[in-house]
T-cell receptor, first 111, second 114 residues
């Protein structure tokens, strides 16, 4: 379909390794968000970006987390030097305006 | 800062029972309010929304009314079904923010038994 697609669905990595998660957003959507969802903690935004013809405005990356947007409808969330606490479901969402449309998420497990 | 507080679960109901999931918010601006639902193994789906005070959002038999005086957006359904079993998230977005990031509650797990 034409929804938000995330890959992989599941990712297992050893602690200390870098991981990259991909998101293909809905064509035409301007703003793209990455959220982290943990059991009992709900969902918190990690980073977000707006892209237009001129430039990309990235949200504040938080330490080991960063997002790249090589194409307007593609984003890669990179997590450096993973820790066990990074185990969570990572959700990507895109929007033109509200509401946001979410992908099915990537479940990341750090061993 | 902006935040959302929703009742903790899990909530377990029999089919056809009445459902209420409480949600209150704190916002500095004029937020839009949302309920999202997440079925097992799936992402978040928008269930309903309200963009200003006294608006009522409704979908699939669920309703929520934007109450500015009590800063609440409680989710209700008169008769739940087994297929409603999911995790429900209350969220707000500050309309004054151009990026419109969402602030989520922690989620409420609902299980409906036949």
């Amino acid at each position: 379909g034409a929804g938000v697609s995330q890959s992989p669905r599941y990712k297992v990595a050893k602690r200390g390794r870098d991981v990259a998660l991909r998101c293909d957003s809905i064509s035409g959507h301007v703003t793209l968000y990455w959220y982290r969802q943990t059991l009992g903690q709900g969902s918190e935004v990690l980073t977000y970006s707006q892209s237009d013809a001129q430039r990309d405005k990235s949200g504040r990356p938080s330490g080991r987390f960063s997002a790249e947007r090589p194409e307007r409808s593609v984003s890669t969330l990179k997590i450096q030097r993973t820790e066990q606490g990074d185990s969570a479901v990572y959700l990507c969402a895109s929007s033109l305006s509200q509401p946001q449309h979410f992908g099915d998420g990537t479940r990341l497990s750090i061993l | 800062g902006d935040s959302v507080t929703q009742m903790e679960g899990p909530v377990t109901l029999s089919e056809e029972a009445f459902l209420t999931i409480n949600c209150t918010y704190t916002a500095t601006g004029y937020p839009s309010l949302f309920w999202y639902v997440q079925y097992p193994g799936e992402g978040l789906q928008l269930l309903l929304k309200a963009t200003k005070a006294d608006d009522k959002g409704s979908n699939k038999g669920f309703e929520a009314t934007y109450r500015k005086e009590t800063t609440s957006f409680h989710l209700e359904k008169g008769s739940v079904q087994v297929s409603d079993s999911a995790v429900y998230f209350c969220a707000l977005s500050d309309r004054g923010s151009t990026l419109g990031r969402l602030y989520f509650g922690r989620g409420t797990q609902l299980t409906v038994w036949p």
